[in-house]
């Protein structure tokens, strides 16, 4: 993660512009002083502290010694430091501090390409020769780092360094213009080597790991993921490889949904990818183990070495043929050049249902924000999608009607299972009266095989009758419930039986749909049921447009209340014969008692 930290309004707005092209960025801003963030503080140093302290990135929009005064304190182990920038308010110079080799170069550079700045980058190697040895191109993996340093020592004296290359594309390192001399063997004297080779003693040497090895695994269904974990290294270890130099694991898509497969994964630290049993079939003339028993259960000859094939393509081979566990296979191909997952078969889609909060940025939860962040492809109603404009800057939207939640919702499952990243965006939470109920009523009602292989979370947010009740006071700080006045999903008889309950139950009552432009009677009749259980100064509070431009809140009683004071964006909340109003001149509250009088008496 890395968090955008604005101290007043002109770097807030920088950060807000930066945040969309930054993955996983967020705007943490300074009380009183900046916008609606998605982090609010009130202490400047001990919040960067905390930041620092986490491991998260940390890009100040103000001056770099604000940020050297807070830190100092808490410095330490600058191998294990997370990258620090100073970033100025006009976006004109971009400073990393800390980090320069755990990537706060490389995100020094980025920003600067955004803003139009210049990156004031101050280490020897990256100035001279635009190269971090010990920060390699993503994907690579470095061993021994703390030999780097005496490497990088040579290199500025202009001495020659052996540059012993056995696989992947060191282009980044023979173009930087540091004096390498490539070969195959090294000369002792504290080389760069990239290898996919295990090397258990590199002495003085930097080791660095291409992603050059795909790991195939096939495994029998609920296989234990510890089994199929130790088949993995035992394979790579059997022959000398390196697992720092694996590029993704593989395997059928029918185990996209194997809790197993993703274990491996993430052991591994690496993306996991998947193909067809046709994609796979393609590779069965170069299996070492083709199985017509396997075929006769997947469609394939081969899971594990086909998988391992396809992912490193015609250029590659299998360094370890199909090894076996109880429930398990393991393969491991080699590509000389390099793997780059994107590339490679697909990856497991995901779903996430994401309640956005009733509009405003601050009722937003960071967890929102960050589903939101990892998206590929948002899908929503075209307002909510506006609400949320620039949280999901560069994604791909998908947008229609009101009315139209289920072909949203086939539109969401149907992107998820080929692969992408969704967010399916709903106002309030995801949950009440919203689509997460749809995805999983359609889940259950078609068991698409697809469908249910993607990786589907619900993400929940603030909603509308907590917000309402917050504005007001407490009116829900006892029993409650909520009702939904709107009968084009649920029969009028049905809604009906609910507000006799909860009027014979005395429970506060939070309405949702109240009046449309064609449904202007229910309101009326729900009331006339809730007096029958309260009486007619119950206090009613009135929520529209909460946490949006126009927003209102007014307080009436039950006997008052008629169509005319509601529409689709007016939440209703419906005191019960307990909730008491506290007028106060210049302000009214509204809360219900809990008990808490009697128990203190």
């Known amino acids: 993660m890395t968090a955008l930290v604005a101290l007043d ?10 945040k969309g092209p930054l993955a996983g960025a967020r705007v943490h801003g300074l009380a009183g002083r900046t916008g609606d963030a998605d982090v609010i503080f009130d202490d400047v140093s001990g919040h960067l502290r905390d930041l620092f302290q986490s491991g998260e990135a940390v890009i100040g929009i103000c001056a770099a010694g604000i940020l050297i005064r807070s830190l100092g304190p808490v410095l330490g182990d600058k191998t294990s430091e997370p990258p620090v920038l100073a970033l100025s308010a006009d976006g004109g110079s971009v400073v990393p501090l800390l980090g320069g080799h755990h990537g706060a170069n490389r995100l020094a550079l980025e920003i600067a390409k955004l803003t139009g700045g210049h990156a004031a980058l101050t280490t020897a190697g990256d100035v001279r020769f635009g190269l971090a040895i010990d920060a390699p191109p993503a994907g690579w993996r470095v061993e021994n780092a703390v030999a780097a340093k005496g490497v990088a020592a040579r290199l500025l004296a202009g001495e020659n360094v052996t540059l012993v290359h056995d696989c992947g594309d060191i282009d980044w390192l023979t173009h930087s213009g540091a004096p390498f001399t490539v070969t195959g063997e090294a000369d002792g004297a504290g080389c760069v080597r990239v290898t996919e080779q295990a090397i258990d003693e590199p002495g003085d040497d930097v080791i660095l790991h291409p992603p050059v090895l795909a790991v195939g695994v096939g495994c029998e269904r609920h296989c234990d993921p510890a089994e199929l974990i130790e088949l993995v290294e035992a394979s790579l270890g059997g022959a000398g490889l390196s697992p720092h130099a694996v590029g993704c694991v593989v395997s059928i898509d029918v185990k996209m949904d194997e809790p197993a497969v993703q274990a491996v994964a993430r052991h591994l630290g690496v993306p996991v990818r998947f193909f067809s049993a046709a994609e796979l079939e393609r590779q069965s003339s170069r299996l070492a183990h083709p199985s017509d028993v396997v075929f006769n259960e997947v469609g394939c000859h081969g899971v594990c070495e086909g998988a391992a094939l396809a992912a490193v393509g015609g250029g590659g081979d299998l360094r370890v043929e199909k090894r076996r566990s109880k429930r398990a296979t393991c393969a491991v191909g080699f ?6 997952p994107e590339t490679v078969g697909r990856a497991r889609g995901k779903l996430r249902v994401v309640g956005i909060g009733p509009g405003s940025d601050e009722w937003r939860t960071p967890a929102a924000s960050k589903a939101l962040a990892g998206a590929t492809d948002v899908v929503g109603y075209d307002l909510y999608l506006d609400l949320v404009e620039h949280e999901i800057t560069g994604k791909t939207r998908h947008s229609s009607q009101l009315a139209q939640e289920e072909d949203r919702v086939r539109r969401a499952l149907e992107l998820a299972a080929e692969g992408k990243s969704v967010a399916l965006i709903c106002s309030g939470d995801a949950g009440i009266y919203a689509l997460a109920t749809l995805v999983f009523e359609l889940l259950d009602r078609e068991d698409r095989a697809d469908w249910n292989r993607i990786d589907i979370a619900v993400t929940p947010g603030i909603s509308a009758f907590q917000a309402a009740a917050s504005r007001i006071g407490a009116p829900m700080g006892h029993d409650f419930c909520t009702i939904s006045l709107s009968d084009l999903l649920t029969p009028w008889e049905e809604i009906e039986r609910r ?16 009046v449309s432009k064609r449904r202007v009677t229910q309101l009326s009749r729900a009331r006339d049921l809730l007096l029958e259980g309260r009486p007619a100064d119950t206090p009613v509070a009135l929520a529209r447009n909460l946490g949006r431009e126009g927003e209102t809140l007014d307080v009436i009683t039950l006997g008052e209340l008629t169509p005319e004071h509601a529409d689709m964006l007016t ?12 007028d106060r001149g210049h302000r ?5 008692p809990r008990g808490y009088a009697s128990k203190m008496s």
């Open 9 to 18: 309004a002109t770097g807030y707005e920088l950060a807000r512009r930066l």
């Open 335 to 340: 590509g000389v050049g390099g793997i780059d």
């Open 499 to 514: 507000l006799k309950a909860a009027a014979a139950g005395d429970f506060v009552v939070a309405f949702y749909n109240p």
């Open 571 to 582: 939440m209703i909340v419906v005191g019960n014969s307990q909730s008491r109003l506290i």
């Open 588 to 592: 009214a509250w509204l809360y219900t």
